[in-house]
Each structure stands twice: as structure tokens, then as C-alpha cells.
């Protein structure tokens, strides 16, 4: 499996400022999504991260409040815009082959909005 | 969306315990896959299951994907404490492009 790694690994962010999440694999890959975990609860995806073109979005996110760029095989940043305390959650990138049903995840990023 | 039921929420046993958990859908998954999550980490892939009866073994964990594609269950045999975690299934729905559905996850304790 591939190695994933994130950055920051946590941070603490004021109401109103933009936090960029940085998600490196060691190698390339077809596929690269984001999720978004609340605490407490399960993983819910953000949007899929497309080389080369825009990122696709699920129901309730948008590209506004969660842009996402895919400039190469091994490289992805979620940005969360305009934090507010709801927003507080661990974001998690994870990568799939070509054809590959199962996806790996990164340690993912602890975001704290105060 | 598509939702999956995961059971039980939680679980509170003596180690050396057996342990059962399962997740059930109203929809037929593809692909059903099992992750461990402990605190401040990312999921950890136990076990990938990709067709319908597939019994899958990973050391003392088990896994089968349901006849009827719409469940799958993990068995966790012989518990020790360093299986504490929760447990998350994910689904694959046919034509969805890869993009994985999360049960509730299971909170799995374990007492020495």
C-alpha cells in the first residue's frame, strides 16, 4: 500500500481564517479523496480530487468553502475557508489505484476553529 | 445517500474474548472493507472483501462478504488489548466511481 502522509498534523485556526491541507503519497495514483470526520462520529466524503481538472464535490460541500487542488499523481491541499468552530473535525485524504476498490487513508489533519 | 447500519456501537469485553460485528445495507455493495481507527490516527485497512461469499482471514480477524451483497461481518478472534479501536465498515455501491460509504463505526474495548 501506498505511504500518505499530511500536513499539518493539527492546528489551531481563528473564526474567519483559511487553513491549506497538504497530502502527499509516495506514489502516484489514479484516484485521491477527501473526508471530513466530526468528532465523534464516521467519515464523510468531501469530493474527489481530480488530476488535471476540478475537483468533484459531494452533496453539501462546495468548492468555496472547500477548494482542492490535484496538480499531479502524488500531490493534493484541501483548503477550509473561512473557518468558523463547526468546521472543527479531522480531514483525511486517501488514495486508490487504477481499478482499485480499496482506498488507504492518510493520519489525517486535527483542526480546531476557535 | 446511501446509508450503511453498523453494529453494535460499542463493545465492552475481557480480553481473550471473541468478538462480533457486523454492517447491513438496504442497497448490494461491490466491495465491502473493513477499518481499524485508534485515537489520533487515520483508518488502517483490516481486510477488503470483493465478492459476494467471500470469507477473508487477516491473523486473528475474519470477514465475509454477504450472499445477498447488502452485509458483511468482522470477527475478531481471541481479543487482546491492543485491539482497542473502532471498527468502521465501508461500502463501494456498483457505478459510484469508487467512492466509499462509512458505517458508524464500532467501539471496541478491551479489559486485561
Known amino acids: 500500500s501506498a505511504v500518505i502522509s499530511q500536513k499539518p498534523s493539527r492546528d489551531i485556526c481563528q473564526r474567519g481564517t483559511s487553513l491549506t491541507i497538504q497530502c502527499q503519497v509516495d506514489s502516484q495514483v489514479t484516484m485521491m479523496f477527501w473526508y471530513r470526520q466530526q468528532p465523534g462520529q464516521s467519515l464523510t466524503l468531501i469530493a474527489t480530487a481530480n488530476q488535471g481538472s476540478e475537483a468533484t464535490y459531494e452533496s453539501g460541500f462546495v468548492i468555496d468553502k472547500f477548494p482542492i487542488s490535484r496538480p499531479n499523481l502524488t500531490f493534493s491541499t484541501l483548503t477550509v475557508s473561512n473557518m468558523s468552530p463547526e468546521d472543527s473535525s479531522i480531514y483525511l485524504c486517501?488514495?486508490?489505484?487504477?481499478?482499485?476498490?480499496?482506498?488507504?487513508f492518510g493520519p489525517g489533519t486535527r483542526l480546531t476553529v476557535l | 445517500g446511501q446509508q450503511l447500519n453498523q453494529s453494535p456501537q460499542s463493545m465492552f469485553i475481557q480480553e481473550g474474548e471473541d468478538v462480533s460485528m457486523n454492517c447491513t445495507s438496504s442497497?448490494?455493495?461491490?466491495?465491502w472493507l473493513w477499518y481499524k481507527q485508534e485515537p489520533g490516527e487515520g483508518p488502517v485497512l483490516l481486510i477488503a472483501l470483493y465478492k459476494a461469499g467471500e470469507l477473508t482471514s487477516n491473523g486473528r480477524l475474519t470477514a465475509q462478504f454477504g450472499i445477498t451483497r447488502k452485509d458483511s461481518f468482522l470477527n475478531i478472534s481471541a481479543s487482546i488489548p491492543s485491539d482497542v479501536g473502532i471498527y468502521f465498515c465501508?461500502?463501494?455501491?456498483?457505478?459510484?466511481?469508487?467512492?466509499?460509504?462509512f458505517g458508524k463505526g464500532t467501539l471496541l474495548t478491551v479489559n486485561p
Open positions: 442497497s448490494i455493495f461491490n466491495t
Open positions: 465501508a461500502g463501494q455501491i456498483p457505478g459510484s466511481n469508487y467512492k466509499l460509504t
Open positions: 486517501s488514495v486508490a489505484g487504477t481499478g482499485s476498490d480499496t482506498q488507504y
